[in-house]
């Protein structure tokens, strides 16, 4: 798979998504990737005016301290949501752990599905499912020309039906799809979530396998989806197959 990629000149770095409104001038970011750094070096785009935060796993918020002597204020915006397997929520757990950017950054609290403002979106966290922890996906919407970007966020099949509701109906659908369900039978608890054709589409607990994300892009009816937070174990042959997506796309919406 290496090499593959290597031939096609694309990598795949930990989660992280731009989005920038040209109608203001401002972008958001969602997910701190501790690669956010060189992410934003190779794809030459401004860093964010705010940022959210979708759940406390080291991939989507250890790159929050990268921020450090680079911005000035930045809103990030996370759940309020407590989570019982930590005692405090997302919003909680970001202001302890990055208590020496308290000058740097601020936190806001954010209550599922309920619609907030930031760089000229209209915002909205739903709980998707991800044990043992809270985990959220997002969708992004401007108001002005009614363009929507869904974001599963981490999640297995099991996605509740209010969040699949809000998810529906997007320009564009990013869909946790981290291998493909053939992997299952590698994992020590198996897959989940089976379909009529018997295939899982949930690999272990935590996250969809490629067929439970395009099974979940099918019922949301997207204009387009594209798989990401895919794991280095694709085969070779199928790594780089539509519509897996690779670091740096660009999508106007």
């Given at each position: 798979?290496?090499?593959?990629?290597?031939?096609?000149?694309?990598?795949?770095?930990r989660f992280s998504v731009h989005v920038a409104n040209e109608r203001t001038g401002e972008s958001l970011l969602v997910d701190f990737s501790p690669d956010f750094r060189q992410q934003f070096l190779a794809a030459d785009v401004?860093?964010?005016?705010?940022?959210?935060?979708?759940?406390?796993?080291?991939?989507?918020?250890?790159?929050?301290?990268?921020?450090?002597?680079?911005?000035?204020?930045?809103?990030?915006?996370?759940?309020?949501?407590?989570?019982?397997?930590?005692?405090?929520?997302?919003?909680?757990?970001?202001?302890?752990?990055?208590?020496?950017?308290?000058?740097?950054?601020?936190?806001?609290?954010?209550?599922?599905?309920?619609?907030?403002?930031t760089c000229g979106f209209e915002v909205r966290f739903v709980p998707v499912d991800h044990p043992p922890l809270v985990c959220y996906g997002v969708v992004v919407r401007d108001p002005v020309t009614g363009a929507k970007l869904s974001l599963t966020g981490d999640t297995s099949?099991?996605?509740?039906?209010r969040s699949r509701e809000a998810l529906a109906g997007a320009d564009l659908l990013l869909a946790d799809a981290i291998v493909p369900a053939s992997l299952c039978e590698h994992h020590p608890i198996g897959g989940r979530?089976?379909?009529?054709?018997?295939?899982?589409?949930?690999?272990?607990?935590?996250?969809?396998?490629?067929?439970?994300?395009?099974?979940?892009?099918?019922?949301?009816?997207?204009?387009?989806?594209?798989?990401?937070?895919?794991?280095?174990?694709?085969?070779?042959?199928?790594?780089?197959?539509?519509?897996?997506?690779?670091?740096?796309?660009v999508y106007e919406l």
């Open positions: 798979t290496c090499e593959r990629a290597r031939e096609r000149g694309v990598s795949r770095s401004p860093l964010p005016d705010a940022g959210l935060v979708t759940h406390i796993h080291f991939d989507h918020l250890d790159g929050l301290g990268n921020v450090y002597r680079l911005v000035d204020g930045l809103p990030v915006h996370a759940p309020a949501e407590t989570d019982p397997a930590t005692d405090e929520s997302v919003a909680e757990t970001i202001r302890d752990k990055y208590d020496y950017l308290e000058d740097r950054i601020g936190v806001h609290a954010r209550d599922p599905f309920d619609p907030f403002e099949y099991d996605v509740p039906e979530h089976e379909g009529p054709d018997g295939v899982a589409r949930t690999f272990g607990t935590k996250h969809m396998t490629r067929e439970g994300a395009l099974a979940l892009a099918d019922e949301l009816e997207p204009d387009r989806t594209r798989l990401v937070h895919l794991a280095h174990y694709y085969p070779a042959d199928e790594a780089f197959e539509e519509p897996l997506a690779v670091d740096g796309e």
